[in-house]
Nanobody
């Protein structure tokens, strides 16, 4: 299993970013996918999850209405569109899949929201 995130960067409060995660090494279209984040000094937390077909999506309360998770099964890619970003969204964002009772993670992509 390999997960490669991209799209992070520095953005001003109120701005937007779109994260991407390209997956390989497993049948992507049959697995739920998730985005997590880890803020400095805090534990990693779940941000959003999308079902294998994309029909069901769940979000953490802190990002509801601002973030949108989506996927393109033809491209083995999951996305996280982040709008109305706040300084408290600053974190390393990780792509995740649970397979065979084990969590797999990408290397993470840094998102910094600051003026």
């Amino acid at each position: 299993v390999q997960l490669v995130e991209s799209g992070g960067g520095l953005v001003q409060p109120g701005g937007s970013l779109r994260l991407s995660c390209v997956a390989s090494g497993f049948p992507f279209s049959t697995y739920h996918m998730s985005w997590y984040r880890q803020c400095p000094g805090k534990e990693r937390e779940l941000v959003a999850t999308i079902a294998s077909t994309g029909g069901t999506r769940n979000y953490a309360d802190a990002v509801k209405g601002r973030f949108t998770i989506s996927r393109d099964n033809a491209k083995n890619t999951v996305y996280l569109q982040m709008n109305s970003l706040k300084p408290e969204d600053t974190a390393v964002y990780y792509c995740n899949v649970k397979r065979g009772g084990r969590n797999y993670w990408g290397q993470g992509t840094q998102v910094t929201v600051s003026s």
